[in-house]
Structure formats: structure tokens, C-alpha cells
Nanobody, 115 residues
Framework: QVQLVESGGGLVQAGGSLRLSCVVSGISASINAIGWYRQAPGKQRELVAT???????VYADSVKGRFTISRSNALNTVYLQMNSLKPEDTAVYYCNLRPARDNYWGQGTQVTVSS
């Protein structure tokens, strides 16, 4: 059974940092493209960052230069390092394959950035 479990969210002031973790089980994160997505209240879910099997990365323009996606093959875990956080980064953050699979969505982890 495939599971992707997010953690690491919290409340942080603008300009602060958080690191999110996505523990993957049932599949190998090293041979699948994994994405971090987020959904803010009243908005559609959006793709924030992707890491490919070859460690290539792609970022949304809104987070480029502030967020870094990475992967530990040994831990089968994907990370999202978020620096210089802004109030507009407030959202529930999810990880999933890229492209996303409907039945792989987890509970997500809430990130709240105060101004």
C-alpha cells in the first residue's frame, strides 16, 4: 500500500523558515517524481516544487529562490526547505507523485505564516 505522510508544518513569523518532510512507503521515492503541493483557503491546490528521479528540480515562480526540494534515498523521504516565508505561503502542504494520483493524497501539514 502506497502512503505519503507529511509533517513539519507549524506557525512561523514572516521571514522565518520551516522544513517539511514527506515519508514515502510502498514505492521508491528515488525512481518516481515527487511533488510538493499546497492549498490555501478558498483556492485551488497548486504545485509548488518537484524533484525528479535524477534529482532535477522545478519550482513555481512564487517560491523560486526561497524553497528547496530534496530527497533522501536512504530514508525514502522528500523534504521541502522553506525560507523567507511570507503570509501568502500560508496553506496546507501535501506531497504526491508528479503527476499526482488521486488515491495518494494524505492529510497534509498546515503552514501558517504570520505578518
Amino acid at each position: 500500500q502506497v502512503q505519503l505522510v507529511e509533517s513539519g508544518g507549524g506557525l512561523v513569523q514572516a521571514g522565518g523558515s520551516l522544513r517539511l518532510s514527506c515519508v514515502v512507503s510502498g514505492i521508491s521515492a528515488s525512481i518516481n517524481a515527487i511533488g510538493w503541493y499546497r492549498q490555501a483557503p478558498g483556492k485551488q491546490r497548486e504545485l509548488v516544487a518537484t524533484i525528479g528521479s535524477g534529482r532535477s528540480t522545478v519550482y513555481a515562480d512564487s517560491v523560486k529562490g526561497r524553497f528547496t526540494i530534496s530527497r533522501s534515498n536512504a530514508l525514502n523521504t522528500v523534504y521541502l526547505q522553506m525560507n523567507s516565508l511570507k503570509p501568502e505561503d500560508t496553506a496546507v502542504y501535501y506531497c504526491n507523485l508528479r503527476p499526482a494520483r488521486d488515491n495518494y493524497w494524505g492529510q497534509g501539514t498546515q503552514v501558517t505564516v504570520s505578518s
